[in-house]
């Protein structure tokens, strides 16, 4: 039998649970610097030799809303402080993707003459995403969170979130330059093993004006629906998706990379994806002189 409480006793109670609960929430709610440690520990050990590497294996690109796909290989490649995404492709339209920071410098060549994919537009127009060193994830040894948190931007820990059958730790991140009215960056980590799984941008206004650069002669000779449409300034998602980590080199890795972006073009909303299988990690001790560049005989 319980006699009642006296208002102090009450008082005293709600107190000390309070007190239970929130120090039970504190412990079990991680920081994005805690999160981001956990996920550089799982990948292994790393040096001056594992910041040298390159990943190598067959690429694919593939449309929604058509049957048009294309297959390549592809080569990504990083030493601490250049990247370079080169993929092949046999499409008319598209022969090859090449995406570079080369000594803090982007590069996003056209694809055919004044005209870019939609991937490099859309990397040239939110270019904070490659300047602030976050696409690619652990792929590249240029990944932000590899380098000193002071260079880092604003982190915060945004809860967990279920992907696929797995619970994630969501890490809200701003670049050093701030995003536009409506955008936000979110990466997303395995709460149990901590491995980046998936980063997604949500771009909610353009930066620098997400339009082609070509003629209209140029555009309406294009095979790709949309590919030499405008495309709209309202909004637009590009996720990338990490799996299949494997230990490779001494380190554990994806070998599994997609891309999909979602976009509107002049002819509707549009989804166009880049799946990456990665065969192998190569650690270099030195890269070929002027390997990173897209000079004609720089990459492979």
Request: hydrophobic fraction near 35%; aromatic fraction near 12%.
């Amino acid at each position: 039998m319980f006699l009642p409480l006296s208002k102090r006793q009450a008082i005293l109670l709600f107190v000390v649970l309070s007190a239970f609960c929130f120090n039970v929430i504190g412990q079990n709610k991680l920081s994005p610097e805690e999160i981001i440690s956990k996920s550089l520990k799982a990948i292994g050990k790393t040096d001056a030799t594992s910041e040298r590497r390159m990943a190598i294996g067959g690429s694919q690109f593939t449309i929604r809303s058509s049957s048009a796909s294309a297959t390549g290989r592809a080569v990504l490649a990083s030493d601490g402080a250049n990247m370079a995404f080169f993929s092949t492709f046999n499409m008319r339209d598209y022969g090859m993707e090449r995406i570079g920071v080369f000594s803090n410098k982007i590069e996003i060549p056209f694809v055919v003459p004044g005209l870019r994919s939609p991937l490099g537009r859309w990397l040239a127009a939110y270019d904070r995403t490659l300047d602030d060193r976050i696409f690619g994830g652990t792929i590249f040894s240029t990944w932000r969170f590899w380098g000193p948190q002071s260079d880092w931007g604003k982190i915060e820990t945004d809860g967990k979130k279920k992907i696929g059958d797995r619970q994630a730790w969501v890490v809200s991140y701003s670049p050093r330059r701030g995003l536009t009215s409506g955008s936000h960056i979110k990466l997303y980590f395995d709460a149990e093993t901590f491995q980046h799984m998936r980063t997604v941008y949500q771009q909610g206004e353009t930066d620098s004006g997400f339009y082609d650069t070509g003629s209209k002669a140029q555009n309406a000779n294009s095979s790709v629906r949309g590919w030499g449409s405008d495309m709209a300034s309202n909004g637009s998602t590009l996720t990338e998706d990490f799996g299949d980590y494997k230990l490779d080199n001494g380190l554990v890795l994806p070998h599994k990379y997609t891309i999909t972006l979602t976009a509107d073009v002049a002819s509707g909303t549009e989804e166009y994806r880049w799946d990456l299988n990665i065969e192998q990690f190569k650690l270099l001790k030195e890269f070929p002189a002027n390997f990173f560049s897209f000079n004609k005989d720089a990459l492979p």
